[in-house]
């Protein structure tokens, strides 16, 4: 700090002094990215921006290097779901669904169109509260997770489901979703078989959070048969099932003390496909998370943690 002239230095309480440097101007031109997501030959990702409020906004780079906003100005994709968020939107040929933080209602932006809100209003103001959705393969429908607040509950009362849309020809919005799976405490990660056929999705219940324990379930889509119990329990950690393109569905599971790469095929097996001494999975604070992803030439490039780094690696087709 400066002193008048011929004074010596003036000497104050660490932290007390005064500074151009503020932390407005650190952070309000540091926009975020995360979610980056590959539709075709396009690129998207979400950009959090603090000069505009703090929103989320959905950017898309096309093949010929062009970028574009999707939201319109002011729109914020951002669920509060489970309270922590993630996973407030997805994109199929184009189609963008996202959850407005404004109301927490699930949209629908066709390109070059405006948003279309396809749930209704909730009986509770931001009470209906949706995440980490999928589109079919057809194309015909789509699963979401679905957190409703009822009116004069409190949080014990909360409902966690799995919903399905029906995006067939002559669908109205905004339409009541139907519900495909209930009962557990908590829901995630509902995905597509690559035929359609069957749903996988991640279920757990109080007082587990899901780094203590979570099951993997896959039932038939058809949801007449019961669903099947892949892996996990009150005392397994499972997360992120992504289905391979040759049917076989693919998870991080804790069962050795490490979140590890594994796969469950159609005959029932569960075999170890990453096993080492580090961290694949992390902690599931939010939806959405992806640490691993299948290349087209056969590879699964997946990120790991060890001695508080990540890293970013690749299993080849033979195993090595």
Request: proline share 8%; aromatic share 10%; with cysteine.
């Amino acid at each position: 700090m400066s002193s008048p002239a011929g004074a010596g230095p003036t000497v104050l309480p660490y932290g007390s002094w005064s500074t151009p440097i503020t932390s407005e101007l650190i952070v309000r031109a540091a926009a975020g990215l995360s979610e980056v997501r590959a539709d075709g030959d396009d690129l998207w990702w979400a950009e959090q921006r603090p000069e505009e409020g703090g929103r989320t906004q959905l950017v898309c780079r096309r093949s010929d290097g062009t970028t574009a906003e999707a939201l319109p100005e002011g729109g914020n994709a951002r669920t509060a779901a489970h309270e922590y968020g993630g996973g407030a939107w997805w994109v199929r040929d184009g189609m963008v669904w996202f959850v407005s933080w404004a109301d927490q209602r699930l949209y629908r932006l066709a390109p070059g169109g405006d948003p279309e809100a396809i749930t209704p209003e909730p009986a509770v103001p931001r009470g209906d509260r949706w995440a980490d959705g999928a589109v079919a393969p057809d194309g015909r429908s789509l699963v979401c997770v679905r957190e409703r607040h009822h009116p004069g509950g409190g949080p014990a009362d909360v409902v966690n489901e799995i919903v399905r849309f029906d995006l067939g020809a002559g669908s109205v919005w905004p339409a009541e979703p139907e519900v495909v799976v209930s009962g557990p405490d908590f829901v995630s990660n509902p995905r597509w078989s690559p035929d359609g056929t069957a749903l996988c999705w991640i279920e757990w219940d109080h007082p587990n959070m899901p780094w203590d324990g979570t099951r993997l379930m896959v039932r038939d889509d058809d949801g007449e048969g019961e669903a099947r119990l892949v892996a996990g329990g009150d005392d397994e950690s499972v997360q992120q099932p992504r289905w391979h393109p040759d049917g076989s569905l693919w998870f991080i599971s804790d069962r050795t003390g490490w979140w590890n790469l594994y796969r469950w095929t159609a005959a029932g097996a569960v075999e170890p496909m990453v096993v080492m001494d580090a961290e694949i999975g992390v902690p599931q604070w939010v939806f959405g998370q992806s640490r691993y992803d299948f290349l087209p030439d056969g590879r699964v490039v997946f990120a790991y943690s060890r001695a508080g780094f990540d890293h970013l690696a690749s299993r080849r087709a033979d195993g090595t």
